[in-house]
């Protein structure tokens, strides 16, 4: 029985510091357990009435939530603004809206746990970081010293999350809506259960921090600067709706079209690049000789003007050699027709353009990566009778693309860039959506602030899952 | 077994070198200079001679890694000219460098059934069973599931062995397969060599381990400036050689 505390003292330099966090831990994990089951959201929006500048009025009733509110307050009727919003608050009945009283109710009818997942995630990650805390704690007890230094960088993620998320609840019931959280903010403060639970979220933190040095791994990765960025988007369409809620909904399908040209042109992209690698170090002199010419020319010429040349020039040619058919026999009128009617839609344009052109920087990746490995790897699966397709299918390129791999990724986040090119060919990508929205309200800063963190957020989470996938790919030498 | 050296008239050799002639750097370098050579079925032959002596070159003629300029190579009746014989023949000659080559990226079960399953369109558990009998004849069967770039340079050998005999080839070719081992792990590589001597392989090596040539060689080929200068059996090598430069090189290797 006394063996579980005389085994701790094996933990930590000295005795009375390494007891003293173990108890921090459990006095963490109880502080957030207790906060839960006192009230914490105690009241909360039963009925709204939104009236309109023409005298227009909705009425709303809610069980849990007021989804439904905030997109009237989005969707005001035509040619109207929205003039006032006024509310009912009436308390929570069972165990005076703890925090597992909301979680009861909002996991009670199944069809809405898709509705409010994020509040059941928000509500759930502080109660499964008390969790983590308290088998923590056991682990130290027991004296696992392996695993103890396995926990640390988790422990630590879980516990810096959660006082985000305990805040993120408190929003969620007014669905991040400002209008009203300005109207109820009194009426549905928090009570002394949110704050205790804040306390223990706060101690876990400070715990987990204080372990920092018995792990050799980094406490802070870099995907937190994602998370900060998309935070802090939130934050803005959250405090300052007016501009940036605005200004998100109409710019959010700008992102959708900037990612689908993003993808579709990376995949043409990587195939184009393969294939122009593959030119590059042939031993053929033709397409050696076309694989090089395509690269230099290619790479000479800015992608911007590329893309005008695709979009504005290329039906002329088309023209053009339509003309040559005809020129050369009339009995040619069908091919001519073809060409006369080939056009290609802007997306299709942009993606031909962005294909053109990192291709080409692609296939010098590519060739690099592939000149990197060892002549004698060829050697061997070629003696071993593999053909030389083969053996660049099953022994070069599986060990080329890790050389390929950072590069590659970074062309596409230089490709995700340089997509805001694309605006110039009437494609509604996220830059054009911006200049459309900048045209009709001439606010230039808020527009592109807001551009300007869409674009950060999509390339630090690119440039996260690259490394990601590269450190899954090591392997020994 | 290694003493008996035949020159065997009525049997067709399964090796023919015929006046063999290879420049490098546009005819700059001389490597190989008008080299013939037969080599007979289950006969071990061991090339030697200084470095730059065309030994490497000669050994890679045989299964065309390197294109002789003129002359002619034929293995087991195939004349070695075009694309579509070479792969036949590349099959049943496996070859060993001194830099093993493994593939870094494979485990070494999955570099001993690549070629097994791509080129001999061996079934995975035929490749497989066949992958563990050799690894467990050059003795790392424990390793299977290691990278390559996890084992000791004679354990990396061993699978390197292992995986030319998977083709089940007729001949080995074995190109300096020590040069590059720390001192304490050439026995073990050595002795996989000997155990297939024994079984009967026709092997060609280039090496400069004497013992071994002593002990499995029926054959010692001593090559230089491009040239074969002398061909004999062991014993005579060692004790009598005809020629003054194979004297020269003798006493500076055996020291």
Known sequence: MTNGPSEAVGIGSSRGRADWRLVMLVVSSVLILAGYA????????????????????????FSVLVTEQHYNQNTAPLNQELDSVAIEVAPVTAHAGSGWAWLAQLLAPRERLGKFFSLVVCLALPVIAALYMLAWAWVLL????????????????????????????WQHQFDFSARLLGLASAALAPRAGFYLALLGTLLACATAFSYRRDTHRALFSWWWLVLATALLIWLLTRFRPQPYLEIWNFISDGIVVT???????????????????????????????????????????PLLVQLLFIWFALPQV??????????????LEGAAAVFYDLRLNPFTAAVAGFTLCYGAYGAEIFRAGIASIHRGQMEAARSLGMTPL?????????????????????EFVALLKDSSL????????????????????????????????????????SSRAVEYIESKMRFER | MASETIARLDEQPIIQIENVRKTFDHGKVGALDGVSLNV??????????????????????????????????????????????????????GIVFQQFNLFPHLTVIGNLMLAQRVVRKRSKAEAATIALDLLNKVGIPEKAEMYPGQLSGGQQQRVAIARALAMQPEIML????????????????????????????????VSHEMGFARAAANRIVFMDDGQIVEDSPPQMLFECPKEQRTCEFLSKILH
């Open chain 1, 318 to 331: 088309f023209d053009g050699i339509g003309d040559l058919l005809l020129a050369i026999s009339p009995g």
């Open chain 2, 174 to 205: 074995f190109d300096e397969p020590t040069s590059a081992l720390d001192p304490e792990m050439i026995k073990e590589v050595l002795d996989v060599m000997l155990q297939l001597a024994e079984e009967g392989m026709t092997m060609v090596v």
């Open chain 2, 40 to 93: 007979y079925r289950k006969e071990v032959v061991v090339i030697i001679g200084p470095s730059g002596s065309g030994k490497s070159t000669l050994l890679r003629c045989i299964n065309r890694l390197e294109v002789p300029d003129s002359g002619k190579v034929t293995v087991d009746g195939v004349p070695l000219t075009d694309a579509e014989n070479i792969n036949k023949v590349r099959m049943e000659v």
């Open chain 1, 142 to 169: 027991r004296g696992k010293r392996d695993t103890h230094e396995q926990m640390i960088v988790p422990g630590f993620s879980l516990a810096l999350l959660t006082p985000v998320c305990l805040w993120l609840a």
């Open chain 1, 259 to 301: 990612l689908r040209l993003v993808a579709t042109s990376f995949g043409l992209i990587v195939l184009v690049s393969l294939l122009g690698g593959l030119g590059r170090i042939s031993h053929n002199r033709i397409i050696y000789g076309i694989a090089s010419l395509y690269v230099e020319i290619v790479r000479g010429i």
């Open chain 1, 422 to 461: 694309v605006s110039v060919l009437a494609v509604s990508d996220l830059t054009r959506r911006g200049r459309e929205y900048m045209a009709r309200t001439f606010l230039s800063f808020d527009t592109w602030i807001m551009v300007a963190l869409c674009y950060l957020v999509l390339t630090l989470f």
């Open chain 1, 38 to 61: 006192l009230p914490m959201f105690p009241n909360r929006i039963t009925e709204a009435v939104t009236r309109y500048s023409l005298g227009a009025t909705r009425w709303s009733s």
């Open chain 1, 390 to 410: 083969q053996s660049m299918r099953f022994v070069v390129l599986p060990q080329a693309i890790r050389v390929i791999l950072p590069p590659i990724g970074n």
